[in-house]
């Protein structure tokens, strides 16, 4: 695709065309002028918005590992200093509160629990439920999807009201596995969508193929569709898993009240208001709750990468 | 529909009752009720639920004497469209939406063009433009308000020290700053959203048509004007639309940003603010339903727009 974009402009043909039609003495054409500028302009752009996209986060990362001491007489300085260097801000924002410390290493752990669980129910419904409508012809196929569809346009803070309510009254506020659960309603509609297209993908005639030989439907579905599926699995996973983990509001309804219980989003919002934490020990924190988001999706786009080539590769 | 006449042919009467097309209709149905009841339990359920909530005089604190039905009353909305604050949030919530998804939409178009044609490194730069939409909020707005904070953020020091201005700007507490703040940091969140599925679309997009009006003479903007962007254009409508629902609703940005303060309370913050602060639940499920039925008009537009051009 790409090649077949530049090779006509980087041929000798077309630039030999054009000058004979203009009127000679006219350098400065508006196609030059244009050509000229954008060229210029482009690379422009693209600094500027590398500038704008990345420089939070290497802010972040930068003020995490200084001291605070020095960050407060030398605002300003962008680069470190190799004397100043300390990790002794993640030191303090991983040990427990006991020991003096944040207790971040607890936020991660129930953040890890509560997406891994996110997860693993989402993908076991999903599968399912993505399976049946790809595949089976059920009443009420189409009304499922279009439910689907409506509830991924409905944002979360319209079910706030009455989730905490509810959870409030049936006092299972606080508790990680009702989380959970409203997780895996806000994150179903787009798993069994996308897992829906990819299993549409996979040719019935596969399936068929191994009917004949006998197998039932449930065998079908664990030992041909599913590995064929993989994946778009995995990848759906690895979706799931950072929206459970960056998810902040109904985190904020649910734990707040127990500190033990809080994720990592949770726990640094509480504490970024805080006047005793020093602001490079929170600025660890958000490395912390960051990190794994951005290694996750640097591998999920490898994963779907390699996943559509695979594909393109037998086609 | 092959699939089932092959089944039938391959396993006549295996077992069960009826016929092969009533026993697929059950195993689908099987297969499907798991998410269908956690559906209506956790969203749809809700939903009516608020509306029911929104036409009581609940308070949090006496929620397990209340009944759940019973002393319908329309205080809620009275008392909710005759307070001030409320018109002002409905405004802000509207420039806030509008300008966020304008700017976020423009700046992905932007993006999406410059990184167009292949470059060394173009993989890596793509990859990072979409980060802001992948990290984490809350680490995403501490990071800005440490950044824009007035005593040794990089933005005020730069600010004073370079640019020379007077004295350091409050972003996030002062009154037109802050406003103009979070939509700044709703475009750097979202654009990599535009940016994502124009790209998708830009490469879709034939090159020959292109190639044969730069032959024809036509200058780059001139090919953009008549030839890309026409073929953007429902792209774009539905990236708008889908992106204003969601700043619409928008809670969390600006809830951690300024909390709502200086001139940015949105409904979406006062909806908490009535929940959680005041626990009134009646008020809040009352804001809630304004939200909802401009949402729903939106939904439906949406829908009407993705039934004409199959973009989405």
Known sequence: ?315 | MSTRQRFRGREPGASGRGTLAAREARTGLALISPTVVLVLVLVVLPILWTVVLAFQDLRLIRLRTAGVFGDYTVDNFVDVFSSPGFWEALVTTLVYAGCGTASAVGLGLVAALALRRPFRGRGFVRASMLLPYVAPVVAATFVWGVMLNPQFGIVNEIGTRVLGWDEPIAFLSERPAALVTVIVFEMWRSFPFAFLFLTARLQAAPATLEEAARVDGATPTQVFRHIVWPQLLPTIAVLALLRFIWTFNNFDDIYLLTGGGAGTEVISVRVFDYLVSRGDIGAASAQALVLATVLTVLVAVYFRSAAKDEVA
């Open chain 1, 1 to 315: 695709m790409t090649r077949m974009v530049t090779a006509p402009a980087e041929s000798p043909a077309a630039p030999d065309t054009r000058p004979s039609r203009a009127p000679t003495g006219r350098r400065w054409s508006r196609n030059t002028v244009e050509t000229r500028v954008l060229g210029v302009l482009r690379w422009i752009v693209i600094a500027g918005l590398a500038l704008f996209t990345l420089f939070p986060f290497y802010y972040m990362v930068l003020l995490s590992v200084r001291d605070l001491s020095s960050l407060l007489d030398a605002p300003a300085r962008l680069w470190p200093v190799l004397s100043e260097l300390t990790v002794g801000t993640y030191r303090d924002v991983l040990t427990p509160t006991g020991s003096g410390g944040q207790g971040f290493l607890r936020f991660m752990a129930n953040s890890g629990l509560i997406a891994l669980g996110t997860v693993a129910v989402t993908l076991l419904f999903a599968v399912l439920g993505a399976y049946a409508i790809a595949r089976l012809r059920f009443p009420g196929r189409r009304k499922v999807s279009v439910l689907f569809l409506a509830v991924y346009l409905f944002p979360s803070i319209l079910l706030a009201v009455p989730l905490f309510v509810l959870f409030t009254a049936v006092g299972l506020r606080g508790s990680l596995g009702p989380l959970v659960l409203v997780y895996v309603s806000q994150t179903i509609a787009v798993a069994i969508y996308t897992l829906r297209n990819y299993f549409q993908t996979v040719p019935a005639s596969i399936e068929e193929a191994a009917a004949v030989d006998g197998a039932t439907r449930f065998t079908v579905l664990r030992k041909v569709t599913l590995p064929l599926a993989m994946p778009a699995i995995l990848s759906n996973g690895l979706f799931v898993f950072m929206i459970a983990w960056n998810e902040f509001l109904f985190a904020l309804l649910f734990l707040v009240e127990d500190r033990s219980r809080w994720t990592v989003s949770l726990g640094l919002s509480q504490l970024a208001g805080s006047i005793e934490i020093p602001t490079t020990v929170l600025m660890a924190g958000s490395v912390i709750l960051t990190l794994p988001i951005v290694i996750l999706f640097f591998a999920t786009e490898r994963l779907l990468t390699g996943g559509l080539t695979a594909g393109a590769e037998k086609g």
